[in-house]
């Protein structure tokens, strides 16, 4: 794919245009003989299956995912309970945060009510995740339990699990914390050294409204084309952001490479406007999953949503070399992390 054969572009809204601190929402379509519908289309493999267990793991399905591509479930859908309906409105959430979590240990945070009602919620989620393990596992068994010196160990690592209730079109932020525009997850105060980030999304939005997603170019062609702008790693510079505990770890170089191509793309409104994309409307009732260190992909709107994060070692991939780190490495040409 050439990057010059860009997709023609529906006219955007002159208002949004004279903004240059929004990202303009339009859609993209393109003509079939430069390919580049074929190629998004392929960024978002549809799986037709409607179960929480798969029955057994698919090569395909796997490859699809760790090259970045987003699976989607349009059947496998988390069912409320009529009780827990009630908890379907943004005033359950905190004000003061941005997402009601419950992490590991079961501790609820950000929702508002009386102990019985966080109670419920906290199942309510806690449902969710169960049920979202009992995806990836099956998915991707050798994610569950592989083979180490000392044993069988369970590769993956649960990260809280979120219920977001507001409407993601509200939300006031800066350029670097809106999620509307196309970026790879990476985050300033949590280095990772490489570790993925998986994640299970589902939309229980009551009134059957999609939650729209922009998904961007594959991983390669978006550090191929930010590489060349970033500012060069400084160990220094590291050291101190860890002494002065801005960052909970020391930054390495992959980290720092991350943030530069996520504050990069974020920050390219050219870039988010004609980077070849696609708009995915995730219907109510539906479910997604990705690396979302190596999808692109912007949030566009939506309300009503569960999410639950694991994080995978990269050595610990079918493919290793399919990594953000193991591409990473191999266009810097040096270790990274």
Not at 265 to 284: G, W
Request: net charge positive.
């Amino acid at each position: 794919m050439v990057r010059g054969e860009r997709p023609r572009q529906t006219r955007c809204n002159e208002s949004a245009k004279s903004d240059r601190h929004s990202v303009c929402l339009a859609l993209f379509t393109a003509t079939r003989q430069h390919g580049i519908i074929r190629l998004m289309e392929q960024q978002i493999l549809e799986i037709d299956h409607a179960g929480w267990h798969i029955g057994a793991a698919n090569d395909e399905w796997i490859a699809a995912l760790e090259a970045g591509k987003v699976l989607y479930f349009p059947r496998l859908a988390f069912t409320l309970t009529e009780k827990e309906r009630r908890f379907l409105t943004p005033d359950i959430r905190d004000p003061k945060t941005r997402n009601i979590s419950l992490d590991a240990k079961g501790r609820l945070k950000g929702a508002l009510g009386d102990a019985a009602s966080q109670a419920e919620v906290a199942a309510m989620i806690g449902r969710f995740r169960m049920q979202a393990q009992s995806l990836i596992h099956s998915l991707l068994p050798r994610y569950a339990s592989q083979k180490v010196p000392v044993g069988d160990t369970d590769a993956l690592r649960l990260a809280p699990t979120s219920y977001r209730p507001s409407k993601v079109e509200t939300r006031t932020q800066s350029w670097r914390a809106d999620d509307r525009r196309l970026h790879i997850d990476a985050f300033p105060s949590r280095p990772n050294y490489g570790e993925r980030i998986l994640r299970v999304f589902t939309n229980v939005n009551p009134d059957g409204i999609p939650r729209v997603w922009r998904v961007g170019e594959p991983f390669e062609v978006v550090a191929r084309h930010f590489l060349p702008r970033v500012k060069p790693y400084s160990s220094w510079q590291a050291h101190l952001l860890s002494v002065l505990r801005v960052t909970k770890s020391l930054r390495s170089e992959y980290d720092h490479l991350m943030l530069q191509l996520h504050d990069g793309m974020k920050s390219d409104l050219d870039y988010q406007q004609d980077a070849h994309q696609v708009t995915m409307p995730f219907p109510a009732g539906s479910v997604w999953v990705c690396f979302s260190d190596q999808t692109s992909h912007a949030v566009m709107s939506g309300q009503y949503m569960l999410e639950q994060t694991f994080h995978l070692p990269a050595a610990r991939q079918y493919d290793v070399d399919s990594s953000p780190l193991a591409i990473l490495t191999r266009l810097t040409g040096r270790t990274l992390a």
